[in-house]
C-alpha cells in the first residue's frame, strides 16, 4: 500500500511561515484528492485544505487568505504554504489521499507537528 510522508512542521513564531511538503513512498500514487488535516491535542481532527488533480482547491474559512495549498501532479507531491501562523494553528498536520475527501481506502501520513509560539 502506498504511504504518504510529510515533512517541513518545526517550531515557528506567531506570523511567521512554514511550508509543509507530502510526497507518496511506495507505489506509484496518483488519486483525484490530495488534502491536509490538522489535529491539536484534546480536538478532533479537522479538514484544513483539499486540492483535486485538476486544481480545485477549497480551505477551512480560519485558514483562507493566510494557507495556499497546492499540488505537483508530475512528481505525485503536494504542498501547503502557512503564512501568518497563529498559537491556534499548533496541530499535527496530516496529508491524506483518496478517491474523495473521507475515502475509507484513502492513504494518511504519519504527521508533521507544527508548533507556533506567541
Known amino acids: 500500500q502506498a504511504q504518504l510522508v510529510e515533512s517541513g512542521g518545526g517550531p515557528v513564531q506567531a506570523g511567521g511561515s512554514l511550508r509543509l511538503a507530502c510526497v507518496p513512498s511506495?507505489?506509484?500514487?496518483?488519486?483525484?484528492?490530495m488534502a491536509w488535516y490538522r489535529q491539536a491535542p484534546g480536538k478532533q481532527r479537522e479538514l484544513v485544505a483539499g486540492?483535486?488533480?485538476?486544481?480545485?482547491?477549497n480551505y477551512a474559512d480560519s485558514m483562507k487568505g493566510r494557507f495556499t495549498i497546492s499540488r505537483d501532479n508530475r512528481k505525485n507531491t503536494m504542498y501547503l504554504q502557512m503564512n501568518s501562523l497563529k498559537p491556534e494553528d499548533t496541530a499535527v498536520y496530516y496529508c491524506?489521499?483518496?478517491?474523495?475527501?473521507?475515502?475509507?481506502?484513502?492513504?494518511w501520513g504519519q504527521g508533521t507537528q507544527v508548533t507556533v509560539s506567541s
Open positions: 486540492i483535486t488533480n485538476g486544481g480545485r482547491t
Open positions: 511506495g507505489k506509484i500514487f496518483r488519486v483525484p484528492v
Open positions: 491524506y489521499g483518496g478517491e474523495v475527501l473521507g475515502d475509507p481506502q484513502g492513504a
